[in-house]
């Protein structure tokens, strides 16, 4: 295996060039583009990483997996009354159709309109909706060293403008309750959460193993949730690039504008990528390239 994820690597660097590091919240633009990394561990516990592997990179939208869950928790199915579950063909920062006579909830959580509704849904008063989210991704990765980038938190609140927008369009619809700064804080927060590879291939285990973490017998979290946060993955997670990823690469994914991309096995493997440069979707180009051959290989595609 890891003879194989060292040629992979190798095979796609080249394709790090051909992308951009994402640079509307500045401090992502540090990040170095040549970077590619990739870490896959199996239900066994096998741990297998190569490349860039252990740069640290903030989640940005894989953490809205984790509020998903969370909001699932603590309100059931009645989060759907707020946020969709169709796949857009839209950008994930857009504010399409919300605005629209009869406007449509978000399309889905993992765009950015749908994410602040499932944020605002994780219940707690000011901190203690982020606070919670932490401290769930903490148990899941088993790591209880996880926490955010104040840079980046800060980075993202500063320029924030059209997040803010969708936010307080979402509150006029009567989608978004409660104080909207205190609900777009606990967003930029969880998405400034900084993980890397290992953590990353952890939380894939996590959900891969239907709620328990790594060496762990005990269910965090509802299989049922797990299930329908994994469909979501499936059909939404690379916004609108996910059909086509969907046909490559063939497993639930989350990426992140920072670069990171978390990908699940269901039964099988957890896997954490990391390349900061993007192709046109804010998907991680090489990386998602990396996944592609990576599946292909080892036969990963949920439909093979
Ligand atoms: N924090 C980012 C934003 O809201 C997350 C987006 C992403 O990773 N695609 O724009």
Do not use: F, I, T, Y
């Given at each position: 295996m890891k003879e194989?994820?060292?040629r992979l690597i190798e095979k796609n660097k080249p394709l790090t060039d051909k992308g951009q590091v994402a640079s509307y919240i500045p401090a992502l633009k540090k990040a170095n583009p040549k970077d590619l990394g990739i870490c896959i561990l199996d239900i066994e516990g096998n741990l297998y990483c190569a490349g860039d592997y252990d740069r640290k990179f903030t989640m940005q939208s894989i953490s809205k997996v984790m509020a998903l869950i969370l909001a699932l928790m603590d309100n059931g199915e009645r989060v759907f009354e707020r946020v969709g579950m169709k796949p857009a063909d839209y950008a994930f920062n857009s504010l399409y159709k919300l605005d629209l006579p009869h406007g449509d909830k978000p399309a889905n959580p993992m765009i950015n309109a749908g994410a602040i509704v499932t944020t605002s849904l994780i219940k707690g008063e000011g901190e203690e909706k982020f606070d919670r989210l932490l401290k769930l991704l903490r148990e899941i990765s088993s790591n209880q060293h996880i926490k955010y980038n104040e840079e980046v938190y800060l980075s993202e609140k500063a320029t924030a403008d059209k997040n803010r927008a969708i936010a307080y369009l979402l509150k006029n619809k009567g989608l978004l309750e409660g104080d909207v700064e205190e609900i777009l804080n606990a967003y930029f927060k969880q998405c400034s959460i900084e993980v890397d590879c290992i953590d990353l291939a952890r939380i894939g285990i996590f959900l891969a193993?239907?709620?328990?973490?790594?060496?762990?017998?005990?269910?965090?979290?509802?299989?049922?949730i797990i299930n329908t946060s994994l469909a979501i993955m499936t059909s939404c997670g690379m916004y609108d690039y996910s059909g086509e990823y969907l046909a490559q690469v063939g497993i639930p994914a989350k990426s992140g504008v920072a670069g990171g991309v978390l990908a699940v096995v269901p039964n099988r493997f957890g896997i954490g990528v990391y390349a900061p440069a993007l192709d046109q979707y804010g998907n991680s180009l090489a990386g998602l390239e990396l996944l592609k051959d990576l599946s292909k290989e080892l036969k990963l595609s949920i439909f093979s």
């Open positions: 194989l994820l060292d193993s239907k709620g328990r973490p790594l060496g762990s017998d005990e269910k965090l979290v509802d299989e049922e």
